[in-house]
């Protein structure tokens, strides 16, 4: 039943997070709830010791402090603080930095996408009457960067300790 819970949560949430974030430029708190509370039942169900759920924990909350910080100063939004502190949580310190470099990565190559995408001199009419798609296209709206962070944690899902650990 766990393995279930182990493929299905993180995937899901992030799957979820991305597409919210693309389409109404908001990451329900909901998401990184489920992600907080999956790993904490995920981690006593596997077994994992309670100095690794610390350090896992320790993880999560030093990327949740840069990414208030990051917030204050409005160079990132809550939603995006909160999803790449989750995710942090599940891939602990040691993908940390990986985490990071492919966040950044994906968020460059989206945020020049948009910028492209927003210069384009026509965009399709039948795009432009959704929400979403006008939204995104709008000069003064920010950038989704759940998707760079949602990317990013799917990228090193399958070498998270529960993929490679938990599941075996």
């Known amino acids: 039943m766990f393995e279930f819970?182990?493929?299905l949560i993180f995937?899901?949430?992030?799957?979820?997070a991305a597409a919210?974030?693309?389409?109404?430029?908001?990451?329900?708190?909901?998401?990184?709830?489920?992600?907080?509370?999956?790993?904490?039942?995920?981690?006593?169900?596997?077994?994992?010791?309670?100095p690794?759920?610390?350090?896992?924990?320790?993880a999560g909350?030093?990327?949740?402090?840069?990414?208030?910080v990051c917030f204050a100063f409005g160079?990132?939004?809550?939603?995006?603080?909160?999803?790449?502190?989750s995710t942090a949580l599940w891939l602990g310190w040691s993908q940390l930095l990986d985490y990071a470099i492919w966040a950044s990565l994906f968020g460059g190559v989206l945020t020049l996408g948009?910028?492209?995408?927003?210069?384009a001199p026509l965009h399709p009419p039948f795009l432009m009457r959704e929400g979403w798609y006008a939204r995104i296209t709008d000069e003064k709206t920010?950038?989704?960067?759940?998707?760079?962070?949602?990317?990013?944690?799917?990228?090193?899902?399958p070498s998270s300790f529960w993929m490679t650990g938990a599941l075996h």
Request: no cysteine; glycine share 12%.
């Open 61 to 68: 909350f030093l990327v949740l402090s840069i990414g208030f």
């Open 5 to 7: 819970a182990i493929l």
């Open 52 to 58: 690794t759920i610390g350090m896992h924990v320790a």
């Open 114 to 119: 948009l910028l492209a995408l927003r210069g």
């Open 142 to 157: 920010g950038i989704p960067y759940g998707i760079a962070l949602a990317a990013a944690g799917l990228i090193l899902y």
């Open 11 to 16: 995937p899901a949430m992030m799957a979820f």
């Open 75 to 85: 160079w990132m939004g809550g939603g995006d603080a909160k999803l790449a502190a």
């Open 20 to 50: 919210s974030d693309l389409f109404t430029m908001t990451i329900s708190n909901r998401v990184s709830l489920v992600l907080v509370a999956g790993f904490m039942v995920l981690a006593i169900v596997t077994g994992m010791s309670w």
